[in-house]
């Protein structure tokens, strides 16, 4: 009986690896497009876009080795250090926000009211808007509001950065939402009976029982808006593209809502010699800030699937 | 005491109706302000944004007229060129990650390893890292049309796309494979008759995604297409500002209109696929 089983395994071992063998030869047609096209898209400009921000060059074909001369350029750059700070409080102000927010909706979504899904598919709905079409809405409305007071949206930084919170506010509450009301439909129906039970509150509950089960969708949660609050480009450039700017005593302006993204993008079009070869350190800086960020939210969830 | 507890509990979900419904409100509304402005002229929508466009305000279609030609470009070609980019893209990424996630997944060798690993590392690298190298390439390549811009974005989205097809593989039994092989199917049969009709939900979700980023995006088109020729709807849209000194706002939002109309058309027609994929993509990646 045993040594059958041993033999059948055996037989099906040799199987699967002579099926493997056969699919090994078609490997040029199914790996092949992508491999191609990876290497034009991704693999190529990745390694020689860490070549170029060692390169002084105005064009690709008159780069020169400099060294780390683009990098020092890039930690004494103002408006790269003020871009960064304007970030960071941007990414950590929508990620209270906007969480805050998406799992209180979703919360009050998962309590048998009429008309859940209706409420759902409008919150959801400004998902699909495109970054910079969403910008000029938003420029539209804001300046609608502020013309009452004679001012707009370009006139002062408070307003460029509440705006684009709102702004934020209004895409991704949708998104969070839908993760959190996943995240609250796994919560063991015994045990909030077992709470109730046992005389909790409902706030005690909320908070003893339900937010520590939800756990993974809010950590999820939190480091997707924080990406997303630091890799954000086309809201930012539609609402404010950076303005207003003011005038540095070195004769340099800065732009006072421009995040890293859009900052990268002003130096690569800066007329300077080293311009070219600063922006490009000042991708991989920005590279290594997200990657880290992304690695360390794939680390979890690879964690979290090994414990359950 | 038990009728006292019901009604309690009903007052509280009646409140709870009602600030849901306010925000909903709250949520529909940038979207009305975009109608309403698109039939109003152009001198009203800054002073009288949120005003209803009855009367001295009404402008017709005459904002969807001017708006068909504003910016010096023609409106509709933005829209063909938008679709074609989606419908070529999304057709290929589908076609190609799917086929190499199974190899990946099933031959599983030392490099299928490092293509696996090198996709998962991709997902993580922000465009503005090979923002200038990549348009450098895709010009060289002559990748610069919406014909073979489409090899540039499965260049550059195959990492979330493989990274969700190959964990679907993994979790098909072996064994369906097997049989077909016993059968006398070639890896390539194999593949489109019994593997692919398997892959249908998952085909789904990365096709909601891809079509999502492709149709929306600006700065990758931006940087690669000839730009004169050839532009996708949020570069129309982000160069009307460009190109003016004075935007005429109204033509801006009937174009809006124009551009949201669909995918609003698309979102409610699939929006159980379309919430699902997402959900899928976001806690995937």
């Known amino acids: 009986m045993k040594k059958e089983l041993i033999d059948l395994k055996k037989k099906r071992i040799s199987n699967s690896s002579s099926i493997r063998r056969a699919t090994r030869m078609w490997s040029p047609l199914f790996l092949g497009p ?6 034009i898209g991704f693999v190529w400009p990745f390694l020689w876009g860490i070549w170029l921000s060692l390169c002084q060059f105005q064009t690709t074909s008159d780069a020169q080795f400099v060294g780390l001369g683009n990098y020092i350029r890039t930690f004494q750059d103002a408006s790269f250090r003020y871009a960064f700070g304007y970030t960071a409080l941007f990414a950590v102000v929508s990620l209270v926000l906007i969480n805050v927010l998406a799992f209180a909706v979703a919360y009050a979504l998962t309590q048998g009211i009429k008309g859940s899904n209706l409420y759902r598919t409008v919150f959801f709905m400004p998902n699909l808007i495109g970054g910079i079409v969403l910008g000029y809405i938003w420029s539209m409305i804001f300046d609608g509001v502020l013309s009452r007071w004679s001012t707009s949206i370009l006139m002062e930084t408070k307003y460029g950065f509440w705006g684009l919170i709102i702004l934020m506010c209004w895409q991704q509450i949708g998104y969070m939402m839908i993760i959190y009301i996943a ?31 939800v756990m993974p969708s809010i950590t999820i949660c939190m480091f997707l808006s924080l990406t997303n609050g630091f890799k954000l480009f086309d809201q930012n450039l539609a609402l404010t593209a950076g303005q207003p700017f003011i005038i540095q005593p070195g004769g340099t302006s800065i732009k006072t809502t421009e995040m890293l993204a859009l900052n990268i993008f002003n130096t690569f079009n800066m007329a300077s010699a080293t311009a070219k070869g600063t922006a490009q350190a000042k991708a991989v800086i920005f590279f290594i800030l997200v990657a880290a960020m992304g690695l360390a939210q794939l680390g979890y969830t690879r964690k979290k699937e090994v414990q359950q | 005491m038990n009728k006292k507890a019901l009604s309690a509990e009903s007052r509280r979900k009646m409140v709870l109706s009602v600030v849901l419904a306010v925000i909903c409100v709250i949520y529909v509304l940038p979207v009305a302000a975009v109608v309403i402005n698109s039939f109003k002229l152009n001198t009203f929508v800054k002073t009288d944004t949120f005003a209803l466009p009855f009367g001295d305000m009404w402008a017709g279609m005459s904002n969807f007229v001017t708006g068909m030609t504003f910016g010096n470009y023609p409106f509709l070609d933005s829209v063909k060129y938008s679709v074609i980019i989606t419908i070529l893209s999304t057709a290929l990424i589908l076609l190609c990650t799917s086929m190499a996630a199974w190899y990946i997944a099933r031959v599983n060798s030392a490099f299928c390893k490092l293509v696996y690993f090198l996709c998962v590392f991709s997902m993580v690298v922000p465009f503005q890292m090979v923002m200038y190298t990549l348009s450098k390439t895709a010009d060289t390549l002559r990748l610069n049309t919406p014909w073979t811009i489409p090899i540039v974005y499965l260049g550059f989205g195959a990492g979330l796309a493989i990274f969700m097809f190959v964990g679907f593989v993994k979790s098909i039994p072996l064994e369906i494979e097997e049989a077909a092989a016993i059968d006398g199917c070639g890896p390539l049969r194999t593949y489109f008759s019994v593997v692919l009709p398997m892959l249908k939900p998952t085909m789904i979700s990365v096709g909601i995604l891809e079509i999502m980023w492709v149709w929306n995006d600006y700065l990758l088109p931006s940087l690669v297409l000839n730009i004169t020729k050839y532009r996708t709807i949020p570069i129309h849209i982000q160069y009307l500002k460009g190109s003016y000194g004075t935007v005429d706002l109204g033509a801006t939002m009937a174009l809006i209109l124009l551009s949201i109309i669909p995918v609003i058309v698309f979102y409610l027609t699939c929006q159980k696929h379309i919430i699902a994929g997402v959900a899928a993509g976001a806690v995937k990646g």
Do not use: C, S, Y
């Not at chain 1, 992508?34 to 290497?39: N, P, W």
């Open chain 1, 183 to 213: 995240g609250l439909q796994n919560v063991p129906g015994e045990m909030l009976e077992a709470a109730r039970i046992d005389g909790a509150t409902r706030w005690q509950t909320l908070f003893k029982v339900t937010i520590p089960n």
């Open chain 1, 34 to 39: 992508v491999i191609i096209a990876f290497t």
